[in-house]
């Protein structure tokens, strides 16, 4: 950049900076407020109000049990789900990044609306769609919801990430005898794996936080979002804020590692 | 983009399979929507769900058979078709359901099964019973919308072009809020506004709740269960859709564009205006898009820091759905959700259209 | 503890090598067999039979994961925060329970609204088909409404002994006239809950909820025949002997205008626990027990009956059509109906317990218990009471649709 031609451009760049700084403390605030109350030790049901300083929580982070059950519930979906989503959704992208075909930019098109239509849409038709089939909506009808909006997210994550992919390397390796299906295996997939895994990470996390429209398919089953809204009647225990933390700190150790995989990566294929 | 079929494709290559694939995807996607919403019942509904797996049967009869090229040609509909087929079945059947239960009524109040109308009963109620809460939500998530871009916008400047090497990490810490959920990020804020909590006691030791009172910030020293605070939470919540969009269009110019730009317009504040902001308008129409479609469906925001006057249009379609039980009100109520977003995005792709969402 | 379910998940080994020819003759022979759409669909959708042991909110720290519904077990739905855990060193009902029969017991506390809870329960009920919970806690009136509909099963009263013990005033009620379907499980008062820390004064009068002292720091419940009864009452409308919605619209509109005008924060099911502690709401109507659990942890929250009189109510329990359990729900219920068992429920919940001589039990327990009013109403107490008028379903559904009307969704 260039150099700051005036004061007055040095104190609005400085204004700038610190107006960004504020906008991500903004970002943070309840963040910090939540990992702040996993040490508080509350006074009746609802851990709202400061009161004293404990590691209890954090002691036991599995101790209520009901709470425990919906997180597992809710993490057996994310990874379900995800699994389905993220083979689908590639396989969308690859065709997108891949093909020059016949079809593609309506298919495209159709790609893109589950992305632009409200959640409340999407989870209540989905509801009437099973109500009129008649079909008791519970942990399959949750996974078939999240599958559909991942699906959508997933393809066009993973077909931004491919997009500067070099497909005559496939080329290449047909010439030299390979054949398609090896090498797929052993040419493209390795090198689009990193953009899948991206795009599977973040898509787990959108189902495992998914509220609106779990909410309208869970019948009688409670995922973790789900318990805290209905347990929010009667309870906020410092449990919620354990586990919020422990996702916190899992989801930046796995961004951090993948940040670094990447650089190693990165090295490994420049040399 | 270039890719290796382009050679045989400006040869005219081989068109049937082209042809057979499309066929069998459209086709296919079509019946299972058919059958998904009961227009094909019974014995059609058993040919139609034999015709799919006709069509996917075809698909691998020409991926088994086939020449090299006939194969390549197919391959992008076989890849397409397991997920295409699942949307086609669970989200736009679904759809197509919506729309015939919203011109349904329900023959008793405690009825099971709508009857089929039609009948436009459900959306001149809709019109007319829910007209606050439709005019509530899109006005807040516009509001929420700009207020995304002020604050965002700033941010994704500085991490783009300010950032250096600490991009990414920057870039991370803007997204790892995100991962917490985001009904305990909206417990946060009730508590952390509470009206005995730290912030309006601070308000209220420096004496300027007269302040945030006159800004329509506070109603009678309350920070939240006001309009704003609704406004405010889903400014929040929707905040890293505004950013990241920014920010992948602006870390796309190159900077010697903008150093060349400031050259020639003198002030880096023409510079930006001319060079810089036309450059990421693709990102910040992204970003209103991903913003303002899920924030004017929202009602958790409205439950949790607002008051019944200011219930959005997602507050009362839950409510129908899930407590009033009127699914074919809640239905036409979601569709015009849908229609009036709809409208707007093209209305809006109109003035600053990118062909690409992505 | 529960063994783990088997994975559905997971093929068979030797499945996944299967070849293409083998996989394309099964989805023939799948699409000959006409297998279609809605048995695909169904087959995903009975996934939540299976899933969904140990996984309903609430589950009380008292009882075992595993168990209930279909697995042979006893299930209750019920209401939040309205039975005795097992905490501190006491055995919760549930665990007793289970402890005098063997029988295994699921109990959650899903049930928030009774709208909500009629909603998600009709599309399974009104098309014949059971639920999971053998014994739901319906209000009153809509344990009438679901009797009308014919949604309940019969109560084994013969297998009920203890059910000589319900309160004479609660024998054949008007919303079950034959008694054959329910059994109260408690019953109580609306009327005004207030943090004094915040009003700063004693509250006495309805009239107090739309002081403009308190505007915006005012609740109410989403129970419409409870915020609509006190009100009213307040008015001096007799909620006894409403037959008409015009007899009722005074009580509406005086709603109607708070909330318009901004002097109601919120309306709210059970969940006003943390807004009237912490100084959120410092007047709403609320419910007799909830406000004496929540004094318990704030002194400054109090419950005080209008002058102009309280609303009386009744929970109930039923079982629902096609209950899998009905002979661990008779044994249940007759182990709540014994007054040794119910005063342990009374003197944790602080609700008025419908089975008689729970007082003498409670004396023994905790003699202060014994004589507070809103436990043990005395005939003054009781005289200040009314209970909203059975309404037919036309004149129902206005009240309903009026009331939903001014609490904003």
Sequence with gaps: MSVPSSTGGRIARIALNAYAGFALLYLFVPIIWIVVFSFNQPKGPYNTVWQRFTLENWADPFGDEALTNAFVESLKIAAISTVIATVLGSMIAIALARYRFRGSAGLNFFLVLPLTTPEIVLGSSLATLFLDWDITRGFGTVVIAHVMFQVSFVALTVRARVRGFDWTLEQAAQDLGASPLRTFWKVTFPLILPGILAAALLSFALSLDDFIITLFNAGSLVTFPLYINGAFARQFPPEVNVLASVILIVSVALMLGGTLWGARGRRKSAT | ?358 | MTTPAPNPFRLPAGRSAMSRRQLLIRAGALGAAGVSLPALLAACGSDSDSGSSGSTPGTTGSTSGGGGGADGGLFFENWPSYIDPTEDGATGTVDRFMEATGIEMRYTEAYNDNNEYFAKIQPLLGRGEPIDPDIIAPTSWLANRLITLGWLDKLPLDQVPNAANLRADLQNPAWDPTGEYSLPWQTGFAGIAYNSDVTGREITSVDDLFDPEFAGKVGALTEMRDTIGVIAMSLGIDISTLTSFAEAQPAFDKLQEAKDSGQIRRFHGNDYFDDLSNGNLAITIGWSGDVAAIARDNPAVKFVFPESGATSWADTMVVPKGARNVEAAAQWMNFVYDPVQAAQITTWVGYVSPVEGVRAEVEKLDADLANDPLVFPDDATLANTKGFAPLSEAVEAEYDAAFSAITGA
């Design chain 2, 1 to 358: 983009m270039i890719t290796a079929d382009d050679a045989s494709a400006a040869r005219g290559g081989v068109k049937r399979p082209e042809l057979i694939g499309l066929g069998a995807l459209v086709g296919a996607g079509a019946l299972l929507v058919a059958v998904g919403t009961r227009l094909l019942t019974g014995a059609f509904a058993i040919v139609a769900i034999s015709l799919v797996f006709a069509s996917i049967l075809a698909l691998v009869v020409v991926a088994v058979t086939g020449t090299p090229e006939s194969r390549r040609r197919i391959a992008p509909y076989g890849l397409l078709k397991p997920g295409m087929l699942w949307l086609a079945l669970f989200y736009l059947a679904p759809l197509f359901t919506l729309l015939r239960l919203s011109l349904s009524t329900l023959p008793s109040r405690f009825a099971v099964e709508a009857e089929f109308g039609p009948t436009l009963d459900n959306y001149i109620t809709a019109f007319t019973d829910f007209r606050p809460q439709f005019e509530r939500g899109f006005l807040y998530a516009a509001i929420a919308t700009v207020l995304t871009i002020t604050i965002g916008y700033p941010l994704a400047y500085v991490i783009a072009f300010r950032g250096g090497k600490y991009r990414i990490l920057l870039l991370g810490l803007v997204v790892i809020p995100f991962f917490t959920s985001f009904l305990i990020r909206t417990i946060a804020w009730k508590s952390i506004l509470a009206d005995q909590g730290f912030v309006t006691d601070a308000i209220d030791t420096v004496r300027l709740t007269w302040l945030f009172d006159g800004l329509n910030i506070m109603q009678d020293g309350k920070l939240i269960n006001t309009p704003a605070a609704v406004i405010f939470g889903l400014t929040y919540n929707f905040l890293p859709f505004m950013i990241l969009p920014i920010y992948v269009s602006l870390e796309k110019i190159d900077e010697r564009l903008v150093d060349a730009a400031k050259d020639l317009y003198s002030t880096s504040v023409s510079a930006f205006r001319k060079v810089v902001l036309p450059l990421s308008i693709p990102g910040v129409f992204a970003g209103t898009l991903l913003t303002f479609i899920p924030a004017a469906g929202d009602f958790i925001n409205a439950e949790y820091l607002g008051t019944p006057n200011t219930t959005m249009i997602g507050n009362s379609i839950q409510d129908q759905f899930l407590v009033q039980n009127n699914v074919p009100l809640a239905s036409s109520m979601s569709f015009v959700l849908m229609f009036i977003i709809t409208v707007f995005v093209i209305i809006y792709s109109k003035f600053f259209g990118t062909e690409d969402l992505a």
